[in-house]
């Protein structure tokens, strides 16, 4: 596999999933972009060179693709140019220097090709001496939403070395993504004639229909329309404390309280009993060492759910909790290679199995903005952000103006928001209860 001179290794599945599913990323477009504002003096000096350090001591910031043979793969470069791009806007008065910051970061939209390396771009935007932003641009073909935590976390720390005169640690090169892809695709042919596989079929054996949800205008052909408007409600405190405690000590993971939500939703407003959505789960759980290492991990997995007999909403939320659990145990299994179109019999959800953030809501930490999931309905991509502000949840939904009307998306939103506050009160409530506390008009058009 790999020449004295150049090292290739192969793409892992996630790749080979994002690929089969995006044109626009294989021409580069297909950008993570990511920020964390500093309100104190940084060093640009101290900070290139920790910036350095990351560039030479891990071969994730080396790798380019390449497309010379039938199949398409990575190519491990001896070495990178690069450096931070320092844009000053200390200048300007500070209302007119942030304006700036975020129309740059809105505007830096250049393509970063595939065949090319680096597959990433960070800057260093000045607002004032004691104001920054880090703003950084990674090709997603190469990383996830998560690793733009771990390259935050690692480019800080090296920086807080250096400037204590410490010597900065390195990255394991026993827990970097070109290993990964060795050890996943040594494991894949166990992956498809194992357990995994037997799940997978068994979950698939029955056909699947798109569940629709009722909207008001109807679907225009031609040019598609990325336009969206926002509705959101927060939660009083009481609210979301009764949240957190009932998923305390019902000993029900946050996750699985929020999808039981949405499932209720979306079986309100399109009456089918079978709903199944697509969901993004971290992927680095059988591998402790890929904690800090930067990456695309994230597994693409079906979660499908049957409304059958009547039960209490304790039992629906315990059934949905099971059954991501399954799926989570069996997350790695590529898709792509079960012969059958999911994206268009399913919803399509965004979130992550660990909800760190949620935590806070119980803990008592303030200040913060958490996101937790988001979830978007086909291709109508209905988006349902559940977010914690300073102790309170926020249920929040982007929708296509030309498909919704806002009055009914407000209705949606406060349909989560009683059933919330059912469950919270009792949860021995039967779930048809539920159902029919809010009866929505289904008037497809």
């Not at 129309?103 to 939209?109: D, G, K």
């Not at 995994?196 to 909207?215: D, G, I, N, Y």
């Not at 926002?230 to 405190?237: A, G, H, R």
Request: hydrophobic share 40%; net charge negative; aromatic share 12%.
């Amino acid at each position: 596999m790999n020449s004295a001179a150049t090292a290739y290794y192969p793409l892992t599945q996630q790749q080979l999933r994002m690929m089969g599913n995006s044109e626009q990323g294989l021409l580069g477009n297909y950008l993570l972009p990511g920020h964390k504002e500093i309100l104190k003096y940084i060093d640009p000096d101290l900070l290139e060179k920790a910036y350095q350090h990351l560039l030479k001591t891990d071969r994730f910031f080396r790798i380019k693709f390449d497309f010379s043979e039938d199949e398409p793969r990575m190519e491990e470069l001896p070495a990178v140019k690069d450096s931070i791009r320092l844009v000053d806007f200390s200048h300007l008065p500070p209302e007119e220097a942030e304006k700036e910051a975020d129309e740059f970061r809105a505007s830096e939209t250049r393509p970063l090709p595939l065949d090319e390396c680096p597959l990433y771009r960070v800057y260093l935007l000045k607002l004032s001496e004691e104001w920054h932003v880090i703003f950084y641009i990674f090709q997603h073909f190469m990383a996830d939403h998560y690793s733009n935590n771990v390259f935050l976390n690692r480019l800080s720390s090296v920086y807080r070395d250096l400037i204590n005169g410490k010597t900065p640690a390195t990255q394991d090169p026993k827990a970097d993504y070109l290993t990964y892809s060795c050890w996943q695709n040594e494991r894949l042919s166990d992956t498809l004639h194992g357990a995994k596989a037997h799940f997978w079929s068994q979950k698939l054996k029955a056909p699947m229909a798109r569940a629709e949800v009722a909207t008001d205008f109807p679907e225009r052909e031609g040019a598609r329309d990325l336009s969206r408007n926002s509705f959101y409600l927060k939660l009083s405190d009481a609210d979301s404390r009764a949240v957190a405690q009932y998923c305390r000590q019902g000993g029900i993971m946050p996750i699985a309280f929020f999808m039981g939500l949405y499932l209720l939703l979306l079986k309100r407003w399109s009456g089918a009993d079978d709903q199944s959505f697509l969901s993004l789960f971290k992927g680095r759980h059988e591998y402790p060492e890929l904690k800090d290492a930067l990456g695309l991990f994230m597994n693409l997995a079906l979660i499908r759910y049957q409304f059958g007999e009547e039960m209490t909403a304790r039992h629906f939320f315990k059934s949905v909790q099971k059954e991501i659990m399954k799926v989570y145990r069996n997350q790695d299994f590529p898709h792509r290679l079960v012969g059958r179109d999911l994206f268009s019999l399913s919803h399509y959800s965004f979130n992550f199995f660990n909800d760190h953030g949620f935590d806070r809501l119980s803990k008592g930490n303030e200040g913060r903005e958490t996101w937790i999931t988001n979830y978007a309905h086909g291709e109508i991509h209905l988006l349902t952000f559940i977010v914690l502000i300073d102790h309170n949840i926020r249920l929040q939904l982007h929708y296509p103006p030309y498909r919704f009307r806002e009055e009914r998306i407000e209705h949606m939103v406060e349909g989560m928001e009683a059933v919330l506050r059912q469950v919270c009160l009792d949860d021995s409530i039967a779930l048809s209860a539920l159902l029919s506390a809010q009866s929505p008009v289904r008037n497809h058009l």
